[in-house]
């Protein structure tokens, strides 16, 4: 039986904000004992192991989800296909590890850090977390890597002292990463039925649209990891660092956006593959109310209080991560609009081409963005170009859907929480005072919050349709909540 939407919303939002206190406890730490230069050069070799370790997943990540999310209420089936997409994993992983070992002999300039990243690569092949996700078994995904993620930030703090301990960093984090994997891989020998040589033939079926969805990857990685590439060859280490560093801030927005992301796409599966069309249309309007009105909160919050942040945060030096900030916060709603629109209805409903041709568009503008503004504005220009590749890519999916879904209306109801939080943010920027930073800090979090939350009461009082709106989302949430505790 699958548990509730709301629940596995919960889990996934739980482990997210996980993954983003791990960040806020060792960046701190780390920005400080380590510096810029050295977590660039991690941050600079983890982007190439990155780039071997995606063609061992291809599109997996992704089309595994959707496949096991169609036949999870056929329990027959799901060994079959598993064991037929796991195969093609495990022989794309054999053919990467070949070809990076190749890569550390003969064409890696760092002599040492390249080859803890083996280790990364082997994490890959062990890596079914989409199987997992296809089940909706994410209460064994979160327990599972939050005893992980603990372990490795008590590591971080105990064995890491200074920049040249880079190696042991280095270790911890990838060992992590397998050790997530595995303890996900153990469980699911149950489902290795047969091993029968009729999976072999079956496996030709999976090529051709997992290909397909490997595309998107590629190009999506291209302005994920491939700024960090081209800022680590065209200027210094440090670049990296400080849009490292600038990054992982905004995991914040993004915690809740692939929360809601990871949760809705095996159940919009499913939904879709049972041709239930309203039922999905209506899932679809209330996941964008949803994250809409969340978003700009958080992103242009966070943008409003970055001048006070970021040296707290960081120390002294990373003031160039400030208009980073403003720049990587804002393109959140981009990805948070594109988020719902790919894993709610393109990617179920199989429309792979417009996932594809969205995000190669994406990745261009991204190339050709960053070979014009890296080399005059460094990292800066990297989060530009960055912005104006997520803008393109949200554009072109919604224009594609116009017909299919209300793209209007979702326009419609999300602009007046977008212009809350700009108003906000622009209000917090022009603060400032002759006190501790960090009662300054204090103070714009707390008068940022209620001038969002009266904007957007003021939203709903001047927009009916809004306001209808989440009325509805609000006592769906109260409704769930009364039947729960009937159960009890």
């Known amino acids: 039986m699958k548990k509730s939407i709301r629940r596995n919303l919960l889990y996934n939002i739980f482990y997210q904000l996980l993954t983003l206190i791990a960040p806020l406890v060792t960046t701190p730490y780390l920005a400080r004992v380590m510096g810029a230069e050295a977590m660039g050069l991690y941050s600079y070799e983890y982007a190439y192991a990155y780039f071997f370790g995606m063609f061992i997943l291809l599109g997996i990540n992704n089309y595994g989800n959707r496949e096991i999310a169609k036949i999870s209420s056929n329990p027959a089936e799901i060994p079959k296909v598993f064991e037929e997409i796991y195969i093609m994993q495990i022989c794309s992983g054999i053919i990467v590890l070949g070809g990076y070992v190749c890569y550390c002999v003969f064409f890696a300039s760092d002599e040492n850090l390249k080859w803890f990243f083996l280790i990364y690569i082997l994490a890959q092949i062990v890596d079914i977390n989409w199987f997992w996700n296809g089940l909706e078994k994410f ?28 190696n042991i960093y280095t270790i911890i984090m990838l060992l ?26 079956d ?26 590439i081209m800022l680590g060859i065209l200027c210094e280490k440090k670049e990296v660092g400080y849009y490292e560093y600038s990054e992982k801030i905004i995991q914040i927005p993004n915690a809740v956006v692939n929360s809601l992301g990871i949760v809705m796409l095996p159940r919009m599966s499913s939904i879709a593959a049972e041709e239930k069309e309203s039922q999905e ?69 199989n429309l792979d081409a417009i996932y594809v041709k969205s995000v190669l568009f994406g990745a261009g ?95 709903l009082m001047v927009f009916p349709n809004v306001r209808k709106k989440f009325r509805e ?11 729960k505790r009937k159960r009890m």
């Open 139 to 166: 209460d064994f995904i979160v327990i599972r890597n939050t005893v992980v993620k603990i372990c490795s930030i008590a590591g971080v703090y105990v064995f890491v002292k200074s920049e040249k301990q880079l």
């Open 203 to 228: 496996i030709k079926k999976h090529i051709r649209p997992n290909l397909m969805l490997f595309i998107p990857v590629i190009a999506i990685s291209i302005y994920k990891y491939m700024d960090k």
């Open 176 to 201: 992590s990463i397998l050790l997530g994997n595995l303890l996900a891989f153990i469980p699911a020998g149950k489902y290795f039925k047969s091993w029968r040589k009729e999976y072999l033939r």
């Open 281 to 349: 249309k209506k899932v679809i309007s209330y996941s964008f109310m949803f994250i809409m009105s969340v978003i700009p909160a958080i992103c242009f919050g966070l943008m409003g209080i970055a001048k006070e942040f970021v040296p707290l945060f960081y120390g002294d030096g990373y003031g160039a991560c400030v208009d980073i900030f403003y720049v990587l916060l804002s393109s959140c709603c981009f990805v948070a609009f594109a988020n719902v629109l790919r894993t709610q209805y393109i990617i179920p409903h």
């Open 473 to 483: 989302l609000c006592l769906i949430g109260m409704d769930r909540t009364r039947k």
């Open 365 to 459: 503008i991204n190339l050709i963005l960053n070979l014009i503004l890296i080399s005059q504005w460094k990292a800066f220009g990297a989060a530009i170009a960055t912005w104006f590749a997520e803008g393109v890519v949200c554009v072109y999916q919604a224009w594609k859907l116009r017909h299919m879904l209300n793209i209007k209306e979702y326009i419609q109801n999300a602009t007046p929480f977008l212009l809350a939080g700009i108003v906000m943010s622009l209000i917090l920027i022009n603060i400032d005072g002759n006190i501790m930073p960090l009662a300054l800090l204090s103070i714009k979090v707390i008068l940022g919050l209620f001038i969002y939350l009266g904007l957007s009461f003021l939203v």
